[in-house]
């Protein structure tokens, strides 16, 4: 949450499962979130929000990508 120097989160692509919630929120610089497509299990929930550079079929992708998804799903504010 809110770091100005993060561009993609890449150096998650071995993670499978959270078992609480995701929250991806506040980063100015943040294009790619490919790199948590490999989740399929998330135990609470997911917001994804005021990331100015990441689209939004990005943002929907990795939310389509997740199986199992235990609480809400709120994505909003992001690029277009």
Do not use: H, K, W
Request: a negative charge.
């Amino acid at each position: 949450v809110g770091n100005d120097s993060l561009v993609s989160l890449d150096g998650f692509i071995s993670l499978t499962e959270i078992g609480g919630s995701l929250t991806i929120e506040d980063n100015s610089q943040l294009m790619l979130v490919r790199g948590l497509t490999r989740v399929n299990e998330l135990g609470g929930d997911l917001t994804i929000r005021y990331n100015p550079l990441l689209p939004a079929a990005e943002a929907e992708e990795l939310v389509d990508s997740i199986g199992t998804i235990g609480g809400s799903v709120t994505v909003s504010d992001n690029a277009p």
